[in-house]
């Protein structure tokens, strides 16, 4: 194998597909990137059996070939060199010599046999979405994903699609979020529901975060392609396949609350610095503060025999009766943190029911939070 690119391609083409490498004392060939240069394709791919990724790097094949060196110590290598020259990289007797500028080196690997097959998924059906558009609804739900294996099924995230619409979905039992975007379908089946697991969606994130989107050209999207029991996901020149969780995610539908007795609509900025200075006095382990709702104000309040108490009164538009609910406030805040917009819509049945957090004037996120019972 021997092969020519750009260092600063070679450098953004490791960080991608490097993160997911891991220490496994039974398999120490994961702890490897391979590098692959077959058929005019320059690949680089790591796996942890679980998620794999591969990445389309740019570059002149001078002979072909594939190798595995250690992921951490090419990386930091060539994170190290001089971003304005071309690498040559070339397998030889067991080693990856590496050339740039006025840096060699000399790099231990493992032939490419040992490394684990990544699965290959037809690409003939397919959805397809814009990237801003699943790079923020991954944000807004993923960090509700549970982290008890004791429900694995919540330690994912619900991907529905629905004709031209994907739901992403993530629940901990204690708040839910969901958030709804506009897909294509080209040619694959309507009413798929799939767990993806938190890593995988996380790690897609991380991709998604490191792509410069003014550099892309605009037709670029993330496809999607499903099957049984794997998911593909395909943007720009990175490739990231993983597992499927197995199971039944529960029927969230349910709980959402189709009516409420009282509709606050309020400064988010307002209720959010408002929560955190009452926060400073709640509980602690339960981060416990109460809200009451009465004619055009919000009173958040909390008290703790240890510390204090703290009141904060702030204007709000509130309709119907008065309310109030105990909640808290880490997974209040968190909701607040990613409606977008100014203001935020409030429902509330009662003290013993979930509220309900939206936008203005957007309903494509929705955020519940279940109540402390006194």
Request: aromatic share 6%; charged share 25%.
């Given at each position: ?10 450098k ?38 679980e ?60 032939l490419?046999?040992e ?6 998924i ?88 490191s792509?410069?989107?003014s ?36 029927d ?16 988010r ?7 955190k ?10 981060n416990d ?86």
């Amino acid at each position: 194998m021997r092969l020519v690119s750009l260092q600063e391609n070679l450098k953004k083409g490791l960080n991608l597909v490097g993160h997911i490498t891991t220490k496994n004392i039974n398999l120490p060939i994961l702890n490897n990137i391979l590098i692959k240069a077959e058929k005019g394709n320059i690949e680089l791919i790591s796996t942890n059996l679980e998620i794999g990724v591969i990445h389309q790097l740019r570059g002149k094949i001078e002979a072909d070939g594939q190798f595995t060196v250690d992921s951490k110590l090419i990386t930091e290598y060539v994170n190290l060199l001089n971003g304005t020259g071309k690498v040559k990289l070339e397998e030889k007797d067991g080693e990856l010599r590496l050339e740039c500028g006025n840096y060699k080196t000399k790099i231990k690997g493992d032939l490419a046999k040992e490394f684990p097959l990544i699965p290959v998924i037809p690409k003939d059906t397919y959805f397809s979405c814009q990237i801003a558009d699943l790079r923020k609804a991954l944000n807004s739900v993923i960090f509700a994903v549970s982290t008890s294996e004791n429900r694995v099924e919540l330690t994912g995230v619900l991907f529905s699609f629905l004709k031209d619409k994907l739901s992403l979905a993530a629940t901990d039992s204690y708040r839910l979020a969901e958030s709804e975007i506009n897909v294509v379908n080209k040619g694959a089946k309507d009413n798929v529901k799939v767990i993806v697991p938190a890593k995988t969606a996380g790690e897609f994130l991380r991709i998604l975060n490191s792509l410069d989107l003014s550099s892309l050209e605009s037709e670029v999207d993330v496809k999607i392609y499903i099957t049984e029991n794997q998911i593909l996901f395909t943007v720009d020149s990175v490739d990231l396949i993983s597992r499927l969780i197995n199971g039944h995610y529960p029927d969230y539908k349910q709980i959402i609350p189709t009516q409420s007795q009282t509709e606050i609509l309020v400064e988010r900025g307002e209720l959010t610095r408002a929560v955190k200075a009452s926060a400073l006095f709640s509980k602690t382990g339960i981060n416990d503060v109460t809200l009451k709702f009465s004619k055009n104000k919000i009173i958040v309040s909390a008290f703790s025999g240890a510390s204090g108490e703290s009141q904060a009164e702030i204007d709000a538009t509130v309709t119907g009766g008065d309310n109030e609910i105990t909640i808290n406030y880490r997974y209040l805040i968190d909701g607040l943190n990613n409606i977008s917009g100014d203001l935020v819509r409030i429902g509330i049945l009662n003290s013993n029911t979930p509220c309900v957090l939206k936008a203005e004037k957007d309903d494509s996120y929705l955020y519940i939070v279940m109540p402390i019972r006194q």
